[in-house]
C-alpha cells in the first residue's frame, strides 16, 4: 500500500484547509486510516482515525470539533478538514493506514501544514 498525502500549505489562523490522503492498492474493510502529525520540535501525535468500512471516526481532544475525518471509498483517498486554524496546528502531517487493524503499516510522506498568526 502507497500512501499520498496532499493539501498542505500557508493559511492564516481562523482558516480552513483540507488535506487529502490517496491509497493505492488493497484496503481492506478491516482498514483503519489514521492522521497524524509532528511540530517542529514535538514529538508526533495522534489526530484522529476512520475505520474504512462503516467511515466511524475519533478525534484527540486538541481537535476535536475543528477538524473531520471522511472518505471516499471509490477514490480510496481520506479527507481532513480542518476549521479555525491555529498557529499551534502548524505541523507536518501524516496518513497512515493499519491494513488489517491494530498498528498503523504505512505511511505516507507528510505535507507541511503552516498557521501564522
Known amino acids: 500500500v502507497q500512501l499520498q498525502a496532499s493539501g498542505g500549505g500557508l493559511v492564516q489562523a481562523g482558516g480552513s484547509l483540507t488535506l487529502s490522503c490517496a491509497a493505492s492498492?488493497?484496503?481492506?474493510?478491516?482498514?483503519?486510516m489514521g492522521w497524524f502529525r509532528r511540530a517542529p520540535g514535538k514529538e508526533r501525535e495522534y489526530i484522529g482515525n476512520?475505520?474504512?468500512?462503516?467511515?466511524?471516526?475519533n478525534y484527540a481532544d486538541s481537535v476535536k470539533g475543528r477538524f473531520t475525518i471522511s472518505r471516499d471509498n471509490a477514490k480510496n483517498t481520506v479527507y481532513l478538514q480542518m476549521n479555525s486554524l491555529k498557529p499551534e496546528d502548524t505541523a507536518v502531517y501524516y496518513c497512515a493506514v493499519a491494513v488489517l487493524g491494530g498498528s498503523y503499516d504505512y505511511w505516507g510522506q507528510g505535507t507541511l501544514v503552516t498557521v501564522s498568526s
Open positions: 476512520i475505520y474504512w468500512s462503516s467511515g466511524s471516526t
Open positions: 492498492g488493497r484496503v481492506f474493510s478491516s482498514s483503519v
